[in-house]
Nanobody
Framework: QVQLVESGGGLVQAGGSLRLSCAAS????????MGWFRQAPGKEREFVAI????????YYDDSVKGRFTISRDNAKNTVYLQMNSLKPEDTAVYYC????????????????WGQGTQVTVSS
């Protein structure tokens, strides 16, 4: 079992930055690929980024490529999402998830999910 707790969300102006964190329980954190998803009001949850278990490989949705950076610190059982140049359309609840490496953006690749953290970008 893996429990995930996100933090770092908040209100920021367009063009600003936020760093989200996701702390994981358990000693097997490094065997999981870690992903970030988001869900805007009235929309389905969508893929944002994924990082491999060792942290060397990442993959991003085109909508965030060049603005967001996913990383992880396996010694701290934590995955991060650095978000720069934020836009109002980035407003959503952001979720981290643990699962297998998969670039199909499918939620079915993930076994464990956090409760989410709200990110609001004002124009």
């Amino acid at each position: 079992q893996v429990q995930l707790v996100e933090s770092g969300g908040g209100l920021v102006q367009a063009g600003g930055s936020l760093r989200l964190s996701c702390a994981a329980s358990g000693r097997t954190f490094s065997i999981y690929a870690m992903g970030w998803f988001r869900q805007a009001p009235g929309k389905e949850r969508e893929f944002v980024a994924i990082v491999s278990g060792g942290g060397s490989t990442t993959y991003y949705d085109d909508s965030v490529k060049g603005r967001f950076t996913i990383s992880r610190d396996n010694a701290k059982n934590t995955v991060y999402l650095q978000m720069n140049s934020l836009k109002p359309e980035d407003t959503a609840v952001y979720y981290c998830a643990a699962g297998r490496w998969d670039t199909s953006k499918s939620q079915s690749a993930y076994d464990y999910w956090g409760q989410g953290t709200q990110v609001t970008v004002s124009s």
